[in-house]
Every structure is written in C-alpha cells, then in structure tokens.
C-alpha cells in the first residue's frame, strides 16, 4: 500500500469519529464505575413504592437500622427483627387513614396482620414479598443511576481530558491515565457513599424499641401502644386460633365429603375418547381457605382421572382480593393448586399490574389479548383494564378503553381458530361476541346439542368463560349456522372458586382467612382435541357447609364434537 493511500486513511473522517466515540465510551466507563458507590448508596435511599398493607395505605422504603419497620404515624412505629443483608430492612410508613368497605378481605395471609393498628403477628411472608419488589425497584435505580452518571459524565470528562492530547500519548500511557482517573473517582465517590449512607436517616437507630413479651422479634417505639398491645393480644390470638381451626374443619370436611361423591360420580365423569377436561374457575380472590379446599380436592380428583385426563386450568379473573405487592405467597399458592397442571389466567378487577407480574412469576401462563398453546387447546385472554382501590371502593380505567372494547380488542388478535377464550367481566364477552351486552345470550334457548337460529351473528368456535359476578349461570350454547358447517361457541358464567362474597354487608364480609360465605364452585368442561370444541360440562360445588357435590355430565354440540352440515343446507 502507497504511503499517500496510507495517509488518506488515516485522515479519513470514519478514523476520526471512531476514535473520538473509543475516547468518549472510555470516559463514561471510567465515570459509570467511579460513581457506582455514590449511585448505589443514592437508589438505596430512592427506592420506593406504593402499597396496601391490611386496611392502611403505606409507601415501602429501605432502611438500615436492623430492623424492618410499621411507621403508623400517631401510633409509633412497629418494629420487626428482620432484615437483608448489611442490615437493611423494609420500611412502610402509613400515608393515609385505614379504608373501610366492600369486602373487607385486607388481609394477604393469615400469617401476614391480624391487628388493625399494632399487633403484628409473623409477617414474614410480607417482608418476603417486599423483599423482593423492593430489590426489583432498587436494581432499576442502579442501573438508571449508572446509565445518568456514565453518559453525562462521560461527556465532562472528555471536555476535562481532551482527545487530541490523549491520542497523542502512548496507549500503555493511555491505560494507566484512565486506571488512575478510575481509581481515584472510585476512592472519592466511596468517601462519599459513606458520609451519605451514615448520614441517610434510615440509617437512623430504633427509638424505644419496647418488645411485647410473648412474641419474638417484634417491638414497638410508644408505650402506649405497647401496652394496647398486650391489653388485646390474648383476644386476637384466640380469633386467630378460632379462624385458623375453623378454616382447616373446612379443608378437611370438604376433601372428605368430595372422596365420596367421586367414589360415586367419577366413573362417568371421565373424559371419552378423543375428548380432554379443561378445568374452569372464576374469582378465587385471595381466599386462603378456598384455595387450600380445591388443592386437597384436586389431588384426588387428578389421582382418579389420571395424568392424561385434564390438560389445563383457567382461571377468569380476580386471582387476588386487592393486587397487593403482599398478596404474592398467594398467587403462588394459588398456581400451584392442583400441583404441575398448566394454569392459564387473565387478570380482573381486583389484580392489578403488580399482580400481573405475580402471575407469570409464578407460572402461570398470562396471554392478553393473545392467545397460547397448551397441550392440544388454545387458549386466548385479555387482562381487565379496569382495578377497583381497596375494598372495592372507587374504579379507575388508565387504560382508556371500555370493557367491550377490550373484548372486540381480544377478538382481532385471536385470529378464527377455535379457542378457549378468558375474559373476567361479561361486558368484555360482550364486546368479543360483538354484542351490547349478555341479555341475548342469557334468553337463549335451552337448545344445547340441536342447532337453531338463535338470531345472533355467528362467533368464533369454542368456548368464552367469564367471571366476576361469583354467580354460577349457564352455560348457554350460541349455534354458528351462517357458513358452510354447523359449529358452535359455549358461554360460561362461573361462580367464585374461592367462595368469596362480593355483595357484603356490615356483618357479612369475606377475609382470605374466613371459610367461604358463597358456594366454592369449579366447572368441568369437556374439548374435543380434534375440534376444539367444547362437547359437555360438569359442576363441582361445595356449599358453605363444606358439602361436595358433583353434577351428572350435561352434552353441548353436536354429537361426536365435530362441526356439522347446516340443516336444510
């Protein structure tokens, strides 16, 4: 190569740029890990977020002083001996008045509160919960601090070290410049992390730290509230006994009373040949007992079908009572009720973006305004935009979109294959059916397996199972006689599967740890793999008195599963 072309080169612009960008990303490497201490001390002290913890409405923070803290504002704050690593621990300060309404289901999990102010009673389960969100929020601070730090300090230190006389020196030069430089802004900035961290006041020590006797690592800043503290904690921890053991009487009368109708009911229940069992539930919301009941009842119900019987479980909507980050332990509990089946769920009213996440964190499979793959089904959902505040009190929709859009929303995206759909409140089926609301579906004729011109516009083939209302109805079968076959679509309203009561009153309320106040009811629907569509349906139910029932197996479609000729055709 001549020496001018070699010259031309190395003035050439594209040399030049790339040099100048080398330059510029080595000093915001340089910067990003000499900051790194100030950054991570600082997203320690940001990091935060918004919460329900029992009726109070609470920001959760880090601290740093050995404990993890209920800051109640005018009652002192209460303290939990248990923290993370380098002693930090999780903060809730009280924001705002206890709510009061609705269903009153505030609590996460029996182990979780069981005072209204003051009485804290093994909260690990929360603090787990909290743990792990507030490592979430705190590992986006640190990166959206470094990623600030980097690029803009970057840009300082090429103004401070200029390229022209940095490239003029040797690279051995080079590198020892720019060790140096981030050596001596690693000391810096750890001098400082220090002072700020010392200086933050989580790091503040307890106050008080009165301890009530009787129960280990919980201790309270006000001996006030320490002394009600004691005055009420014999009659709390007899409720919470009395609960418990009613709660477990439940459980075990259930599973006793559902061994003996399968004895006598199970044979004909059975899946026919080429047919499989999905597996239908609506509204568990957050009801410890509830889910504990179906857990023992679907052991033995897999245990008697057999592995190959049953390929999913749907869930409707309002997985949780109030979409509480410390509602977490029971959205897993609840995806793993009836052991390793695939659990397919949409989200209601009562979860929220929080719970969202919970859902596929658990497992379960989430599709909005998708559709997925399980087994030989498919399986298409959308999660409700709308979220109810604690109780049930105010609705918000951010989303802008009304719930029978969101249903016609769901519709474009499934595509025309026949499909398992999950949608949580009925004018969202109504919007996917292309409908103003149900009333033309619930009028319909008792036509369930002889076609008939039932007047509405044919649908997508399958089956659409809603919740919501916690009221058993239908199913009601929509015949699709339009084309050049007979198919049809099955309209399921399912009751709550958690026996929660969502029409409460004063001295009638539903808590996760209560027994069920409405019937605990599970549908079992019947596919054919071949078609896709729904050829029967059963009913399990236990009533609040903890006795189980199983339906006779009802037909829908035409015989065999399998689309049909249109009469008269």
Known sequence: MSILRRDLLHRAPWRRWGGLLGHYAACTLVVAIGAAPVVVVRAVEATRFDDRLGTLPVEVSLTRNGRSTLDTGIFGKVYWRETGPFGIGAQARVTGPPEAGGTLASY????????????????????????????????????????????????????????RRLRRTSRTGTVVVVGVLAVAATGLSAGAAVLRFDAWEGSAPVTGDLRLPGVDRLSFDSPETLEVARQVQPFIEKNTQRIEQRGAAYVAASQESFAATLAVRGEALRPREGETLVLAEGDPQGSLVGTRARTAIYADLLDYLGPDAVTVRTISGDITSNGTVAEKAFVEDEARAAGDLPVVAVAGDHDTEATW????????????????????????????????????????????????????QLREAVGDDPSVVLLHQPDAAAGFLGLEDLDAVRELPPSLTTPVDDGIPDQLPGTVSIGHLHETAGPWVIWNTEGDEVTWTVVDQLGTSGGVENAPTFNRFSTPVSVPLKPVSVRLQYVDVTSGLQTGYASLVCEVDATCRLSDRVDVGLPGGEPGPVPGG
């Open 357 to 408: 996440q919970q859902m596929e964190d658990a497992g379960m499979e989430t599709p909005d305004l998708d559709s997925v793959d399980v087994g030989d089904l498919r399986v298409a959902g959308a999660h409700d935009r709308e979220h109810k505040a604690l109780f049930g009190a105010l609705v918000e929709n951010t989303a802008g979109i009304s719930e029978q859009e969101l249903g016609a």
């Open 108 to 163: 996460a999990d029996s182990r979780f509160i069981s005072t209204n102010v003051a009485l804290i009673n093994d909260p690990d389960v929360v603090v787990d919960a909290y743990a792990a969100q507030l490592s979430a929020e705190l590992r986006d601070e640190i990166v959206k601090g470094e990623l600030v730090a980097g690029l803009l300090g970057g840009g300082v230190l090429l103004l401070i070290v200029p390229w």
